[in-house]
């Protein structure tokens, strides 16, 4: 099983003291065969977070593939939020920012879910819609099929942000191009569970480094992929916050094309 670990919401900026070091450590520890990061690098967007969150991305246990979120695009300068919204991601993290990889068969693709108008609620844009459907659809069709992107494709009722425009509409295309599994971010709230009536297994990260908790702990994902299983595991920061420690764990399994909670 390919061993992948899920962080989002790293916000730096707004970190607390050694939270990083620990979370670093941890991350490597696990040794996974990949690392995603769900957006929301940095918290105001500014060159000094861009330059940590850059330090932090090169310790991580390779390949990294990042997505940007809304904070990674600038809050206090309009003009060139609207114009170059990704100029210092692509200065620091990557020149793509919606990044592919295939690797132990598996298929993750990135998706920019990150707005340059709509700053928190997020869109997918038609360029950024065919771009993820295409990428989604290339064979071998036999992959596990993982999408990357910040912003949820489906909310539950007590969660207090606004959800992506179209989101529903994008859900469906995105699981008929093939998308099985979607990791994302943005509400700092964990939660794994099967959207649009099973068809895709939707897996949240909290926020990883964030000081900004929504009552949960830092924390982040270990991820096992195979072609029809998915094996959770939420490690989270201790009381203390000494150290990232094995919070939960979960499985979900996929049969005739639904996922459902493993028995």
């Known amino acids: 099983m390919l061993r992948l670990a899920h962080l989002s919401d790293l916000h730096f900026g707004r970190v607390p003291p050694h939270v990083a070091d620990r979370l670093l450590e941890a991350v490597t520890r696990l040794a996974p065969d990949v690392t995603v990061i769900t957006g929301d690098l940095t918290q105001r967007s500014r060159s000094s977070q861009w330059r940590m969150a850059r330090a932090f991305v090169e310790k991580l246990p390779g390949p990294v593939l990042c997505v940007p979120g809304n904070h990674d695009a600038p809050l206090e300068n309009v003009a060139r939020r609207l114009l170059s919204p990704w100029r210092r991601y692509r200065r620091y993290i990557a020149l793509d920012v919606a990044p592919t990889l295939r690797m132990g068969g598996v298929r993750v693709v990135g998706a920019n879910s990150a707005s340059r108008v709509e700053w928190q609620r997020g869109r997918l844009d038609p360029g950024d819609m065919a771009r993820a459907c295409k990428a989604l659809a290339e064979p071998p069709r036999e992959d596990l099929t993982v ?53 895709m297994l939707q897996i949240q990260a909290g926020t990883s480094l964030s000081s900004r908790l929504r009552g949960e702990e830092n924390d982040f994902n270990l991820l096992r992929l195979a072609r029809d299983r998915v094996e959770i595991e939420r490690h989270a920061v201790t009381v203390e916050g000494e150290a990232f420690e094995r919070y939960a764990e979960t499985a979900f399994q996929r049969r005739d094309g639904i996922w459902s909670e493993a028995d």
Request: proline fraction near 9%.
């Open 147 to 199: 999408l990357a992107l910040h912003h949820p494709l489906e909310q539950l009722p007590d969660d207090p942000k606004a959800p992506l425009r179209d989101a529903e509409d994008h859900a469906i295309r995105l699981a008929e191009a093939g998308a099985q599994v979607v990791l994302c971010g943005h509400m700092h709230r964990w939660r794994a569970m099967p959207i649009l009536n099973g068809r």
